[in-house]
């Protein structure tokens, strides 16, 4: 016919991701945060530009949540994203709808940047590589810099590795059945939380001292910290 017909990229949710686009709701966002503190405050126009810089270079942060007969699949999503002030509570459901279709939002306050995303995107190492990829273009945007430094940067190849991976494949087991024992999990205790409203607990405490303990356990920094 001649016609050319263009299609978007698309990939699968991993095996882990598969169960948060079905239990993500108002109440249960499945959505976590991690932010940097700058010594300025934050210009919105800059952390703008510097995410628009850095998104084409990041593919695996460029997609949307899309529903399929029997799964839901991520597809490319080609618009762009937007930076917002934070005037609400933090880890707040994302409408797959709304934001512009993202499944993970930028927001500032002060000195502060926060980068909030769908767990069924990426896991916490995926979204403290992005965060620095966004900060470092930020600083450097600041600092006068016109270009974005790109993946060709030997130093920043080394630094932030952004690649899409099934852990439960590549690290499972064999796929052959065993048997299992199980124990009843701990339940926690306590009454939620009204929605709309959030509690936020911040902890301070000396690295060093931190690793020290974790080493005289066996544990890894994250380990330790989730059984405290």
């Known amino acids: 016919m001649g016609q050319n017909i263009w299609k978007k990229r698309w990939r699968r949710l991993d095996n882990t991701a598969k169960i948060f686009p079905v239990i993500a709701n108002e109440n249960v966002s499945q959505v976590f945060r991690i932010s940097v503190t700058l010594k300025e405050k934050v210009d919105p126009e800059i952390l703008s530009q510097a995410l628009t810089d850095i998104l084409p270079e990041i593919q695996n942060f460029r997609v949307k949540l899309r529903r399929g007969l029997f799964w839901y699949y991520f597809e490319e999503n080609d618009r762009i994203p937007q930076v917002k002030r934070e005037n609400t509570y933090p880890c707040r459901f994302i409408d797959p709808h709304g934001n512009q279709r993202f499944l993970f939002r930028v927001t500032y306050y002060e000195k502060r940047i926060n980068l909030e995303v769908f767990h069924a995107l990426t896991d916490g190492l995926g979204?403290?590589?992005?965060?620095?990829?966004?900060?470092?273009?930020?600083?450097?945007?600041?600092?006068?810099?016109?270009?974005?430094?790109?993946?060709?940067?030997?130093?920043?190849?080394?630094?932030?590795?952004?690649?899409?991976?099934?852990?439960?494949?590549?690290?499972?087991?064999?796929?052959?059945?065993?048997?299992?024992?199980?124990?009843?999990?701990?339940?926690?205790?306590?009454?939620?939380?009204?929605?709309?409203?959030?509690?936020?607990?911040?902890?301070?405490?000396?690295?060093?001292?931190?690793?020290?303990?974790?080493?005289?356990?066996?544990?890894?920094?994250?380990?330790?910290?989730?059984?405290?």
């Open 127 to 228: 979204a403290v590589n992005f965060l620095k990829c966004l900060t470092r273009q930020y600083l450097r945007l600041a600092a006068g810099a016109s270009q974005f430094m790109t993946w060709d940067d030997e130093n920043i190849r080394k630094q932030e590795v952004f690649h899409v991976q099934d852990s439960y494949l590549e690290h499972g087991d064999d796929g052959k059945p065993r048997s299992y024992s199980s124990k009843p999990a701990y339940q926690l205790e306590g009454h939620y939380l009204p929605l709309g409203s959030g509690q936020v607990l911040h902890g301070y405490v000396p690295v060093s001292q931190l690793k020290k303990v974790c080493r005289q356990h066996g544990v890894s920094i994250t380990k330790y910290l989730a059984a405290a």
